[in-house]
């Protein structure tokens, strides 16, 4: 994911498998906002409806499931 912190998009690149699903969770692991069916493997998601804060990204792909940490700063 970048850029990390960020304020408007997410970038989030995968190098062999296509991306199916992202969800980003609050700090109390409310989960925010799902993105799914991209079948990519670049993706530009629009968080800038997002309050300022620290999220868990959970990404999935086709054969893993990675969590990441991520800043939003305004």
Not at 4 to 21: A, F, R, V
Not at 52 to 64: K, P, V, W
Request: charge should be positive; glycine fraction near 2%.
């Amino acid at each position: 994911c970048y850029p990390n912190p960020t304020s408007d998009y997410l970038n989030i690149k995968s190098e062999k498998d296509e991306l199916i699903k992202v969800k980003l969770f609050d700090i109390k692991g409310k989960e925010v906002l799902v993105f799914d069916s991209f079948r990519k493997k670049n993706i530009s998601i629009d968080i800038s409806l997002l309050n300022n804060g620290y999220y868990t990204t959970e990404i999935i792909t086709n054969n893993d499931k990675t969590y990441l940490r991520l800043v939003i700063i305004k």
